[in-house]
């Protein structure tokens, strides 16, 4: 018997990742066998189904696959030291001195970046480089162009000539690295 397809999205995959990591958990602690056992295919539906917010597959499949949860999940706090250590990587005028080595604080720093990126412009390689330039220090415009490319911050098209800010809500840790930066005059 076929099956329909129902899409699943979510708006952000890293609080999806740790709601299935904390259903893990929590599916772990329970008695032997439970714990120690791969979950069926049906267990895995119910816990990406509740990482996405709904109670359960069926309740998934039955709004056919809407990403607006009836009951919507908590929302994600912001780890307020990820933001500190990635606010001391800025100038006072709000250029990011040197390239964080933790790749988490990498994508944060990205986040205060794109917040300067005028929206709903196109720029061609030079042009976005030159703005790049003008917010960092390390003379290295190229990997921020190619990292804010890879974890969707920008589009870039294949020829180079068009570079676009992508426009989404920053996650809950860049959204207040971009408020920490303001308050503070960057």
């Keep these: 018997m076929p099956r329909d397809p129902i899409p699943f999205a979510t708006h952000d995959v890293s609080a999806l990742a740790k709601s299935l990591r904390a259903q893990w958990a929590t599916r772990t602690a329970l008695p032997a066998p439970t714990s120690g056992h791969v979950p069926s295919h049906v267990e895995m539906l119910n816990m990406l189904a509740r990482a996405a917010g709904h109670r359960n597959f069926q ?3 039955a709004r056919g696959g809407h990403r607006e949860p009836a009951d919507p999940p908590a929302p994600v706090r ?7 250590r ?5 100038d006072p005028q709000g250029r ?3 390239w964080p080595a933790q790749r988490s604080i990498q994508d944060l720093c990205l986040w205060a970046l794109w917040a300067k990126i005028p929206a709903g412009r196109a720029f061609d390689e ?3 480089s030159a703005l790049l330039t003008a917010l960092h220090l390390f003379g290295d415009p190229a990997i921020l162009r190619r990292t804010m490319c890879h974890i969707g911050l920008m589009t870039r098209a ?3 000539r068009d570079y676009r800010r992508i426009e989404r809500p920053p996650s809950p840790e860049g959204a ?3 408020r ?3 308050r503070n005059g960057h």
């Design 96 to 98: 990011l001195r040197s």
């Design 176 to 178: 207040a690295l971009i």
């Design 78 to 84: 912001a780890d307020p030291a990820s933001v500190l």
């Design 158 to 160: 294949i020829d180079g």
């Design 59 to 61: 309740h998934f499949r």
């Design 126 to 128: 030079r042009r976005i």
């Design 180 to 182: 920490h930066l303001r």
């Design 86 to 90: 990635a606010a001391g990587y800025f």
